[in-house]
């Protein structure tokens, strides 16, 4: 104790002016990040108002970072300003990370979503080891052939597991404001939110079997992957039904409470969070699902000042933390040092994770279509765009961040540099071109759009009675007709919740369904999506400050 004290006091009694300095230079690059968070903020709601969609609010963010950040490497800036903007990735996956997240989840539209969760799971799960394999492979061969820079196998795994992560924010960005059909924003959502667990997964689990910490056995690597996402599954939804049931019985929604209610409210997210993190789960899967579970049960059970409150709160720190998070990767990318000594590395490293993309989206459609009905299956252009949607963000640079700690001999910088590049070229070059592909694919339009919400309601039903007529009028026996129309009725989710979970936890009997479903987008505006039944979620990733 006696050193920590001494230690602590050392500063203000032998440097009082270097104490000063630093305070001076928290001030002013604090000051300077508060500068383009407005000027973000302003220079993409004049964006939005005039519809220029070839430069989306995150690729506006992206570039305020980047501008600034080459302005300060540039000039004579002292480096303790400019400490203060080092990207560092404890506090992206514990500070910034989180509340995007929970918003995500917390703003879901559940049934395009659960919906499509087998073909979801597909794509995030499936999908992204196939990629991660093959851009691993993919860049082990190119520096077999001496096309590229040779990296050890287990190391060109880790580089495509990380760069597996997708971060469609611009494109979903651009969903949203020109309005495109609902079961693909909820395979480009799902999958960049789930696909984050899965690529961090395979990132630690490939560190682990570069460290000879166990056999090289990649069987490992899906068994490691579905204890994690099994296990913050059940943590977030436990610790979501945990909340529902307190507020249902603590009594909390009276005027001289709601202050206590919104406070316990905000703090069971993180909760959730630190939980998962802390036994070694993913934070990201248990976080998301507990907003799920949170916004359909824990919300019914708050009161209408409280609903408003939350509401407000976890969109405000959601949309402060998705700008905040690409100014402060733009400004770090530029003041970073980058190994550019291996172009030829960066170069086809963009041409593989094309090439594992497309084995990830198209192959995994093929395998969903095959076990969907007709009027079910994925059309081809809906998997171009999931395809064209693939751009890396912010999960990809902080595992790449990472590398340089992990990879020795300058490996972890060169796979850096490759991994900036990609971030960059991607944001800006997919996300400003993301209007005009959605317009090729045609799957944008205001007679589209306005079949959208109805259209969904309309297929989902034709499909449950499609299917079960059909069994039902090719059985002869009556106790197999009996029986599935028993499975229709008691097996659904949608009765099991009307029926049981909702009266059990909320105060609610169930009646009220449909009109949480017309306000499933955390702003409380259910007469808004009444008029406006196309509007679909945002991600949670990241952002929409519409």
Not at 102 to 120: E, M, R, V, Y
Not at 387 to 396: H, I, K, P, T, V
């Amino acid at each position: 104790m006696a050193v920590l004290g001494e230690l602590q006091i050392s500063p203000s009694d032998h440097d009082p002016q270097g104490q000063v300095k630093q305070q001076q230079a928290a001030g002013v690059g604090i000051l300077l990040q508060i500068m383009m968070l407005v000027l973000s903020f302003v220079l993409g709601h004049v964006l939005r108002r005039h519809k220029f969609y070839y430069l989306p609010e995150a690729s506006a963010s992206l570039l305020i970072g980047l501008i600034v950040g080459g302005l300060a490497n540039i000039s004579n800036t002292e480096t303790s300003i400019r400490a203060w903007f080092n990207f560092h990735e404890e506090f992206f996956f514990l500070f910034l990370l989180p509340p995007i997240i929970f918003q995500s989840g917390f703003s879901l539209q559940p049934k395009p979503f659960f919906s499509n969760f087998g073909a979801i799971v597909t794509f995030a799960i499936l999908g992204t080891f196939v990629a991660s394999i093959v851009t691993g492979l993919l860049v082990y061969l190119g520096g077999a052939m001496y096309l590229i820079y040779k990296l050890p196998l287990v190391e060109c795994l880790m580089f495509g597991s990380l760069i597996s992560a997708t971060d469609p924010v611009t494109v979903l960005s651009i969903f949203q404001e020109l309005g495109t059909d609902v079961n693909l924003y909820a395979l480009v959502f799902g999958e960049s939110v789930l696909n984050d667990a899965m690529a961090i997964s395979l990132y630690r689990t490939m560190s682990l079997v570069r460290s000879h910490s166990y056999e090289q056995n990649f069987l490992i690597v899906i068994v490691r992957f579905l204890e994690t996402f099994i296990g913050s599954l059940s943590a977030g939804v436990g610790v979501g039904f945990t909340s529902a049931l307190l507020f249902k019985y603590a009594a909390l929604d009276i005027d001289n409470l709601q202050n206590l209610e919104c406070c316990l409210f905000v703090l069971f997210p993180y909760f959730s969070y630190m939980l998962a993190e802390g036994v070694g789960l993913s934070g990201i899967v248990s976080i998301l699902f507990t907003g799920i579970v949170m916004k359909h049960y824990t919300y019914s059970n708050l009161s209408e000042n409280s609903q408003r409150f939350v509401s407000a709160f976890f969109h405000l720190i959601s949309s402060l933390a998705e700008t905040f998070t690409f100014i402060y990767m733009g400004f770090d990318i530029a003041i970073e040092r980058h190994s550019w000594s291996h172009l030829g590395f960066i170069f086809f490293s963009i041409l593989f994770i094309g090439v594992a993309r497309a084995a990830n989206v198209f192959g995994c459609a093929y395998l969903v279509n095959l076990v969907r009905p007709s009027h079910r299956k994925i059309p081809i252009k809906h998997q171009k765009a999931l395809w064209y949607s693939g751009l890396r963000g912010a999960m990809a640079f902080a595992l790449a961040l990472q590398s340089i700690h992990d990879l020795p001999e300058g490996h972890g910088q060169t796979i850096f540099s490759a991994t900036t590049t990609i971030v960059v070229l991607t944001v800006l070059l997919i996300g400003g071109s993301t209007g005009t592909m959605l317009e090729a694919l045609e799957v944008v339009g205001d007679n589209h759009d306005a079949a959208l919400g109805e259209g969904f309601e309309v297929m989902n039903n034709r499909y449950t009675l499609t299917r079960y007529d059909d069994e039902v009028s090719s059985s002869g026996n009556g106790f197999r007709t009996k029986l599935r129309e028993f499975h229709k009725s008691a097996a659904s989710f949608t009765e099991l919740d009307r029926n049981y979970l909702t009266p059990f936890f909320t105060s609610n009997n169930g009646d009220d369904d449909d009109d949480d479903d017309d306000d499933d987008n955390g702003d409380g505006d259910g007469e808004q999506r009444h008029a406006d039944p196309t509007r679909v979620s945002r991600r949670g990733s990241f952002r929409n400050h519409s």
